[in-house]
């Protein structure tokens, strides 16, 4: 049973590019959270998502920003015009049963971006 | 707001030795509580897992505890070994979708 899948692993982007990072799950698991890690700090969670359905995207912020994860294929986050401040490791995880935080939650290997 | 702290922020011992790593955290209303390793460039290795209803758990050489009343929780290491050498980060349970990371215990064990 392959684990989280995230690709790339490593992006680089100029300034006002878009990047797009993808995650499919593990097998089974139909609930994915995106979280980012900033350079020398923990991860943050950004945005729930189910099927079709964004549940929580509280920790997203509000502009540039999108997530969707649609009926077939992976969960892609999406950065519209990349600035410097968007460089950081963004993690993918998912879980079975969309328990949450109150089930495990099993992490991909995480793509890092770079922005020049 | 929940605010998870993890102290120490880096720790350097020689290889053998038990050790401790401390996570706190402001809001004891909590579902869980997960212990994670991270290797430099790697993801997250979910290393213990403690549902709020536990006091601790164990595996192999690790042991985490938790004490909800006091916001604590503990992480111990047993024999240490290089390969242990990792970033360490404790994750907080705090709503019914999210975890609410500390910044982590750089571990070096020294061979």
């Known amino acids: 049973n392959a684990g989280v899948m995230q690709n790339p692993r490593h992006l680089v982007r100029r300034r006002g590019q878009e990047a797009r990072l993808r995650c499919s799950p593990m097998?089974?698991?139909?609930?994915v959270y995106w979280y980012r890690q900033l350079p020398e700090e923990g991860l943050k969670f950004m945005v729930y998502?189910?099927?079709?359905?964004?549940?929580?995207e509280s920790g997203m912020p509000k502009e540039r920003f999108s997530a969707e994860f649609p009926k077939e294929g992976p969960s892609i986050l999406r950065i519209q015009q990349v600035v410097r401040g968007d460089s950081a490791a963004y993690f993918c995880?998912?879980?079975?049963?969309?328990?949450?935080?109150?089930?495990?939650?099993?992490f991909g290997p995480g793509t890092r971006l770079l922005v020049l | 707001k929940q605010e998870v702290t993890q102290i120490p922020a880096a720790l350097s011992v020689p290889e053998g030795e038990n050790l401790v790593l401390n996570c706190s955290f402001t809001?004891?209303?909590?579902?869980?509580l997960q212990w994670f390793r991270q290797d430099p460039g790697k993801g997250l290795t979910s290393l213990l897992l403690?549902?709020?209803?536990?006091r601790e758990q164990t595996s192999g050489r690790l042991n985490a505890s938790l004490d909800k009343s006091s916001g604590r929780s503990t992480l111990y290491i047993a024999a240490s070994q290089p390969g242990d050498s990792a970033t360490y980060l404790c994750a907080v349970g705090s709503g019914t979708y999210k975890y609410i990371f500390g910044t982590g215990t750089r571990l070096k064990v020294l061979a």
């Open positions: 403690i549902q709020s209803s536990q």
């Open positions: 097998k089974g698991h139909s609930h």
């Open positions: 809001d004891s209303a909590i579902y869980n």
């Open positions: 995880a998912s879980s079975p049963l969309g328990q949450g935080a109150t089930e495990t939650q099993y």
């Open positions: 998502l189910q099927k079709e359905n964004i549940i929580d």
